[in-house]
């Protein structure tokens, strides 16, 4: 059996407005966003939100 790999871009912004999640991560192909502490915790919440 052959795995079968599906990418989907992010857009992640970090806007600094003294919040505890101030990375926004914006996923166009599911036409959401989700926020992160830090870079990778961005990313683990995209692939949550996925």
Not at 4 to 18: K, L
Not at 19 to 46: C, H, K, N, W
Request: aromatic share 12%.
């Amino acid at each position: 059996m052959t795995e079968t790999w599906r990418v989907y871009p992010v857009i992640m912004s970090y806007v600094p407005a003294n919040q505890p999640t101030p990375y926004l991560v914006e996923i166009p192909a599911f036409q959401g966003e989700t926020q992160g502490r830090s870079v990778a915790d961005g990313m683990r919440q995209a692939r949550t939100y996925m």
